[in-house]
T-cell receptor
Framework: ETGVTQSPTHLIKTRGQQVTLRCSSQ?????VSWYQQALGQGPQFIFQ???????GRGNFPPRFSGLQFPNYSSELNVNALELDDSALYLC??????????????FGPGTRLTVT | AQKVTQAQTEISVVEKEDVTLDCVYE???????LFWYKQPPSGELVFLIR??????QNEISGRYSWNFQKSTSSFNFTITASQVVDSAVYFC???????????FGSGTRLQVQP
């Protein structure tokens, strides 16, 4: 069974630029969630995708957007990068039904630095 | 609104000591789900346990045990005979079943000294 993978591992961008982060879900999982974890804090929910549609969203501005593809992989796009966007971005996958679907399995994250 | 509080920022113990990590939660839901995750230095969050609010029994898994107390809205995590490999940041989380989103606490950093 393949776990959740994310790319790239690290990324350095300049303020105002755009970035795309990628995530492949664990095999058998059709739901992907994205979280932002600032240094020294707990992860904050950005949004979730199920069946290629946004299924829920946290308190993040519209410049944070996403996609889910038919193979359940996902992208997180951030436009007009700000210094405060520097964080570890975590992707999590889960299955679609039943109480066990509430268990989210995380990837290793992408560390984004905005200068 | 949901909230998870982990009041212990950092705990340091010597190997083989027992240690308890505290978690207090707030929710208006009558049915809810709690989680513990481990985040080692590599950064990946590792799922440890899911607890349903309607379960009566406490969980034990090897050296790990969890104590769920509805009366005090707490879901504490105990590591028995701690080992250096237990050193990590531990997060307690509460599921928002509407958005299927996890609300995390701020985490407790556990350092186990040899």
């Amino acid at each position: 069974e393949t776990g959740v993978t994310q790319s790239p591992t690290h990324l350095i961008k300049t303020r105002g630029q755009q970035v795309t982060l990628r995530c492949s879900s664990q095999s058998g999982h059709n739901t992907v969630s994205w979280y932002q974890q600032a240094l020294g804090q707990g992860p904050q929910f950005i949004f979730q995708y199920y069946r290629e549609e946004e299924n829920g969203r946290g308190n993040f501005p519209p410049r944070f957007s996403g996609l889910q593809f038919p193979n359940y992989s996902s992208e997180l796009n951030v436009n007009a990068l700000e210094l405060d966007d520097s964080a570890l971005y975590l992707c999590a996958s889960s299955s679609g039904g039943g109480v066990s679907s509430y268990e989210q399995y995380f990837g290793p994250g992408t560390r984004l630095t905005v200068t | 609104a949901q909230k998870v509080t982990q009041a212990q920022t950092e705990i340091s113990v010597v190997e083989k000591e027992d240690v308890t990590l505290d978690c207090v939660y707030e929710t208006r839901d009558t049915t809810y789900y709690l989680f513990w995750y481990k985040q080692p230095p590599s950064g990946e969050l590792v799922f440890l346990i899911r607890r349903n609010s309607f379960d009566e029994q406490n969980e034990i898994s090897g050296r790990y045990s969890w104590n769920f107390q509805k009366s005090t809205s707490s879901f504490n995590f105990t590591i028995t005979a701690s080992q250096v490999v237990d050193s990590a940041v531990y997060f307690c989380a509460l599921l928002d079943t509407g958005r299927r989103a996890l609300t995390f606490g701020s985490g407790t950093r556990l350092q186990v000294q040899p």
